[in-house]
């Protein structure tokens, strides 16, 4: 995650992701484990996609 963070800073001049959301990132691998992190950031990254979507429709 700090290396997407970093690499939006770099790639776009701007901040596209804040150091808050890699600590809260290291904060839910420390809670749930290397394991499950992935799958907490899959469902995370799909429902916020679909809210997203259904958001530009409304």
Known sequence: MF???????????????????????????????INYLFGTLFIGFLLGSLFGIALYYI
């Open 3 to 33: 290396l997407i963070a970093k690499g939006s800073l770099f790639f776009l001049k701007k901040e596209g992701m804040g150091l808050g959301d890699v600590t809260l990132t290291t904060m839910i691998g420390a809670w749930l484990g």
